[in-house]
């Protein structure tokens, strides 16, 4: 008997940072993301907007302001993950981006929950599928063309990576 595939769309606001070549990420310590670089942000809440969701969640996951900030746009993408113990998942990821600066550096052990294990400075061009999710693989994009991509990104199976990876 196949599995029920549980489906859900999550809506976050995230903040690309961008600074001599490098991206502002951070460590992802759970969800379809884990071990993988991931952009400072989340869930907009339901008794918050859009902006507030930027400075909260940036400030929770990297211990910095975000200032100077620029709505990008949105981007989305879909992507069909497993996690032992539970059924398939198909989450339509959409992204509200932001170009954001910060006024001091990030805490590279910051984490005040388990989603954010840190930030870090990386170079843009380290920054690839196999070690990013697909949201900072959209800032690259930004990075490098200054401008998010236009299609919707599809991985009809996207590979958790384990802790040891």
Known sequence: MSKEIQRYRHIGSYGVCLRDGSMLVIHKG????INRYDLPGGRVENHEDIF????????????????????????????T?????????LMHHVAL???????????PQHS???DSLGAVWVPVSELTDANSSPLVMAARHYAKTGSLPMQTRIYETWDVLAHNE
């Open 97 to 107: 981006l932001f170009d954001v600066s910060v006024e001091m550096e990030p805490n």
């Open 52 to 79: 507030s969701a930027l400075y909260r969640e940036f400030r929770e996951e990297t211990g910095c302001h975000a200032v100077n900030v620029k709505q990008l746009g949105a981007w989305d993408c879909l992507l």
């Open 112 to 114: 005040s929950n388990q």
């Open 30 to 33: 759970s969800g379809p993301y």
């Open 81 to 89: 993950w497993e996690e032992q113990g539970y059924d398939p998942m």
